[in-house]
């Protein structure tokens, strides 16, 4: 099926540049919300992206009006009956999410596809709200919407075939890239990016390094941004929401660092709120830095660690080789997902983890992984097809054969 008409519920920040991307593609877009003064917000997030082209050149006047025009700011269901996809991008509350889809469901055509932004929450829970639950599927696009390329397209248990290949198909069409992703808590990216943010945390709170030193030592790894200022920009609300749910998903090895209870406590929620783990404008870090020493008089975290690039890199590392092990996506999309979704570079190489973990050596990655083990607890254990490999005499590319194929 080909998409003609779009609809997007939720005139946010994402839902907002999730239109302005399918207007970009030239679709016309349905854009929802329940509040007046949301929907004008969101009309003026569309203007601004086109006008920041038109001011560079890159596109004229009379090109930007075309495209604002394909938008149809609404705030009933009305213009939703013929359209062939819905993306929602309400708030990551199922309750929500589930009302939002019913009320779909009893205005849109049977075949129209519903797509959900969510970046952790359960397709196949959002698809049991409908009675179209093999046309529901997970589309999770990344901030900013307009410029990142990855999108992951999530399908449930119960989605079908179809409606895979039609998401795909209008995600190249967006000129993003699709990477498929068998459903599981976190999807693909937040589930390999956690780890290594919340280890970041816990350095800064044990007192192993600062966020300064942590970010540096990070970009000069070749990240685009280090762990810290990527949770400011984010929001340490949004990440400690994903935190949280991982942890009850996953169990311990990815227990939240008891740091972010204290910066969400205190409304520190990063650059929108002008606080996070950095101070912005008149604020500073200072209240940041008496909530780790109130943390580490009380006994409740240990200090005297050590941070290193790689207490921050192999808990992804093992993650990824999880991905790997459980079918969550294959080796090549992994790392594509890293590279277009969250900009993960090795220098500066282009390099997901899975392929940095064979030039690495996966006897050095498990050594490495043991290693930290034994210093900091059960969540750096080599997970088993790590050790397969290993044992196997896979070790990457100086034996021809690791997560990938090398020539020798």
Request: glycine share 10%; aromatic share 8%; hydrophobic share 40%.
């Amino acid at each position: 099926m080909y998409i003609f008409k779009a609809g997007v519920v939720g005139a946010g920040f994402m839902g907002a540049e999730i239109a302005q991307v399918i207007t970009y593609a030239g679709l016309p877009v349905v854009m929802k919300d329940i509040d007046q003064e949301m929907l004008d917000k969101g009309m003026d997030t569309i203007r601004r992206i086109y006008q920041r082209r038109v001011d560079k050149g890159k596109m004229s006047p009379t090109a930007m009006q075309e495209k604002l025009d394909l938008v149809i700011p609404t705030l009933d269901y009305d213009e939703f009956a013929d359209v062939d996809i819905v993306i929602e991008a309400v708030p990551e509350i199922m309750k929500i999410k589930q009302q939002v889809l019913a009320e779909l469901d009893e205005i849109c055509p049977p075949e129209t596809v519903f797509a959900s932004n969510t970046s952790a929450l359960s397709i196949a829970e959002m698809g049991s709200a409908t009675k179209r639950a093999h046309r529901v599927i997970g589309m999770h696009f990344f901030s900013p919407a307009h410029i990142m390329k990855l999108v992951e397209v999530i399908p449930s248990t119960e989605t079908d075939q179809e409606t895979v290949d039609d998401v795909v198909r209008f995600t190249e069409e967006l000129r993003k890239i699709p990477v498929v992703v068998k459903e599981c808590p976190g999807f693909l990216v937040n589930r390999l990016l956690m780890p290594y943010l919340n280890e970041a945390v816990l350095c800064l709170q044990e007192g192993a390094a600062t966020a300064a030193k942590i970010d540096e030592a990070m970009t000069g790894f070749g990240w685009p941004m280090g762990p810290f200022t990527l949770m400011d920009m984010i929001g340490i609300d949004v990440c400690a929401e994903v935190g949280q749910y991982l942890h009850s998903q996953y169990g311990d090895r990815v227990a939240p660092a008891p740091l972010w209870e204290k910066l969400i406590a205190s409304g520190r929620f990063g650059e929108k709120a002008g606080a996070g783990f950095y101070g912005y404008g008149e604020e500073t870090d200072e209240p940041v830095k008496q909530m780790i020493k109130e943390l580490q008089e009380s006994g409740q975290v240990p200090t005297g660690t050590e941070f290193s690039v790689d207490r921050l890199m192999m808990p992804m590392i093992n993650e990824a080789a999880m991905c790997v092990e459980e079918d969550i996506a294959n080796v090549n999309d992994i790392d594509m997902a890293c590279i277009a979704g969250i900009g993960m570079k090795v220098g500066d190489q282009r390099m997901g983890p899975l392929e940095y973990a064979d030039g690495v050596g996966l006897d050095v990655i498990v050594e490495k992984l043991e290693e930290l083990e034994k210093k900091y607890g059960p969540r750096f254990h080599p997970t088993a097809l790590l050790y397969q490999k290993v044992m196997g005499g896979e070790l990457g590319k100086k034996t021809g054969r690791g997560f990938m194929e090398w020539t020798l």
